[in-house]
């Protein structure tokens, strides 16, 4: 093969792989999806005692599967890999296309490994789920909104109900270390990008890969297990089901990829003097999030292949009958579901903690205290996850135990509540968005954090598990703390991430009516999980009517302003007021670098010399002491 | 560094304005938070067994720990807010303190979260204790209870074959249920009785209660179980003892 030829092929190839984006990765995978569908309808043997819907389970799964992985080739996802098998790697042409240099709008829809591209990809996916689901949640309110009502039937009451669990489930895992795990995280600690690019694409586009196959359960007969998907009324669940198990999967994957490219980015990729007591304390939050994921999330991922094993091949892991048992299923899916909840939290928290220095103009208190609190929540998360369990019955001897661990709980997080208050106590409050959710975070929060201890003790969870009561206490916690955090953060890092300043004068307001919304929505389900209403119900006794009203009316307060936040950040990321290097005065890297950040986020790698919250003079009452005086009244006077 | 006392410190500390100002904040809090002790246990209405009784007992007992936590929070940021807010949208002209933490309040703070962990965990313990004790009550009447998509069964197996589904209980004799399902999970609640187990397929959990009020109260299933999950519900009459064998007889059972 003379010379000539070798560089026309490689012209020809490297064609092939700039023209791949998301639209040839949708018609990739229907194409693929189809095909699966009718082999795997003809091929497929349907054994003499098997019912057709067994079939059907067994066709859905493979179409499924034939649709993510056409997707995924179509994306371009695969173009690394198989060039390495060629023995053909990517060139630093290649290297620089798949960044997405010079190509404008053009790289968010396709497969692009610059971390703030996927960043923004990963806010837009959060906002569309969000949506999807919070819409779920509207159409369940206006169900419940009396006690007989005919808004929904049945089937389509619990599949919104199971699907706005599990929509909701991923956005708020991937809302703080998707977009700003990604966008913000590699610029915070001096990065050129993550540690392995094409990982975070990947990442990204299984996500995006798996919203058509859990939106399409609605149409499959919908899933009528609520989102914890318990064995065995899953093995008794329409096809709808199947989308679950499959999205599950994909979504195990997904976060697989993340968590290992964030985790070794935080680790190997800070810049030179950014010691760990100089690191800031997002990078902890969102370091340790994954951390506990990369355990969690296979547990899901085995939970949903046993489940589909027994719906489709009778594998019998959960069906007593045969010598399975339920009690497998759920402490495989609570070894997942309450560190996830920590997932979740974590991230969310750190960001604010992040913010709460600049906006209150003093240091972080306790640097050290707020460390040791996420890793002592980090470890603890994953020895409780049986206290979902106190009343199924398995294993009543270990209820104590799981109570103990459970409770220790509320030290470390206590310990990340004193950092707050300390840092803002004595600090210059200044009442920007951020600084809102702050505020909010910590009154909702408390609650959720109290009344889960509540919930520790064996027998009051006796009392209150599988009620209204539950429900109210973990939107406190995962909504009113973690959602909010978020939206904490989106607001403080909206002009790096954009160009453009938040509008505050519509955003406050918006916040403001979600938050009242909020605590009148759930004060409501407090209340009637108290009186003694079910989880899950599409229709309820009349003694619950008034609480529930309240709580629809509040849940449209919530759905106004959240709609009018949307607005807002719409308006504003297109048109807003452009935003300056560094509007907050933060000190952390990311503020260092000019907006819009280039593509390779810093000319020169900087070199960190001290944590970036040297915020603050001297304390006035401090300075009298050092003479040993009274306060003066006077001087409280001079500082403001 | 410092050469003044630590007394004096206090001492100085609590003479400042602000600091009585939090204070006051702190109290008024924490009474706030309290007044929910005694309106959760309003809206579980009145206990109708022994095991509600120690439920309302201790969210009682936890809501009066909390409130001060609660409370002192809730002061130190309001007052922040209102104190030392910078006004408008304008960057703070002034700087807050450059305190990087305070050693004593750290170490204060972790002591007493761990200390009020402790007695949440002996108080829990001690409720459960109790638990473990009436386990060996050998003079609980057994009934076995079947879920069924989607109604409640019940077999009263010291009395002859006798299967209802609405429950009846006699008042003040404790009860041990065995409880199991027939097909997928579900959840036997007595609600105003406070006690809750899993109904499982394949395996028999048992539940304890002691009713203490006579009166009907309510029975639902607290696990999703498919399509008419929300029509699972039920009620317990709870009756006199002679009231509750002159049924039994009615039903073709035996003392
Ligand atoms: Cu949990
Ligand atoms: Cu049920």
Redesign the pocket.
Known sequence: MSHTAEVTTAKKRKGLMRKLNVWTGIVFGVVVAVAAHYLAKRYIPMGADETGTVLMDRVVITTMFGWTIGFMAGVGAFVGPYRWMMNRDLDHDDQMWLAGKDAGMARYFRFTTDHKVVGIQYLVITMVLFAVGGTMAMMIRTQLMRADSTFLNNTWYNTLVGMHGIIMIIATIIMVSGPFGNFVLPIMIGARDMAFPRLNALSFWLIFAAVPVLLSAPFLGGISTGWTAYAPLSTQAPAGMDAYIVTIIIFAVSSAVAGANITTTAVTMRARGMTWNRTPIFVFGTVASVGVAIPAFPMFMASQIFSGLDRTQGAAFYDAANGGSGWLYANLF?LM??PE?YVILLPALAALLELTPVFSRSPLFSFNSAVGGIAGITGLSML??A??MYASGWAPDLNGPFMLTTELISIPTGMLFLVFIGTIWRGRVWGRLPMLAVYAMLFNFLIGGLTGIYMSDVPVDYALHGSMYITAHFHYTLMGGALTGMIGATAYWFPKMTGRMLNEKIGIPAFVIMQVGFNVTFMGMFLVGLQGQQRRVAHYDKLFENGNFISTMGAYTIGFGALMLLYTVITSWRRGEVASDNPWGAKTLEWMVPTPVPLENFEVPPVVTSDPYGFGGPDAYDLEYEEDRRPSDDLETERV | MSPVSVSTRIRHFTKRTYVRHVFLLWIFFTIMVGLFAPLQSKLMGPAASTQMEVVQETMTLFTYMAAPVAGLIFAVVTYSLLAWRSKGFVAPQYEGTNSRGNGPTTVAWILVSSLLCVVLLIWGLAEMADGQTARGDERARIINVTGNQWVWNFDYIENGNVRSQELYLPVNEPVLFHVTSVDVNHSFWIVQMGVKVDANAGAVTDMRVTPTLIGDFDIRCAELCGLNHSAMFTKVHVVSQGDYLAWILKNGGHQ
Request: net charge neutral.
């Open positions: 609570w579901g309450h909840v409780v996850w206290h979902h």
